[in-house]
Nanobody
Framework: QVQLVESGGGLVQAGGSLRLSCAAS????????MGWFRQAPGTEREFVAA????????DYAGSMKDRFTISRDNAKNAVYLQMNSLKPEDTAVYYC???????????????WGQGTQVTVSS
């Protein structure tokens, strides 16, 4: 089992920045690829970004590639999502997730956090 707890969400004005954190506990964090997903009301949960277990490779959804940065610190059992130039359409609950094999599909991820709310005002 891997337990994941997100933090860092909040209310920010358009154009602002937030840094989300995800703290992991349980099984060896460094064995897992990590991903960030988000879900706005009335929509499906969508892929945001992913990072391999070593942190060497990252992947982003196209609309976020130039504004978001995923990173991890295996010594601290943590993964981060730096979000810049935020837009009202970025408003959603953001979830971190852990997987044995990294990718963009929700079904590939075995463990999920409870999410943190990000609200971007115009």
């Amino acid at each position: 089992q891997v337990q994941l707890v997100e933090s860092g969400g909040g209310l920010v004005q358009a154009g602002g920045s937030l840094r989300l954190s995800c703290a992991a506990s349980g099984r060896t964090f460094s064995n897992y690829a990590m991903g960030w997903f988000r879900q706005a009301p009335g929509t499906e949960r969508e892929f945001v970004a992913a990072i391999t277990s070593s942190g060497a490779t990252t992947d982003y959804a196209g609309s976020m590639k130039d504004r978001f940065t995923i990173s991890r610190d295996n010594a601290k059992n943590a993964v981060y999502l730096q979000m810049n130039s935020l837009k009202p359409e970025d408003t959603a609950v953001y979830y971190c997730a852990a997987a044995w094999v990294w990718g963009r599909k929700r079904g590939m991820y075995d463990y999920w956090g409870q999410g943190t709310q990000v609200t971007v005002s115009s």
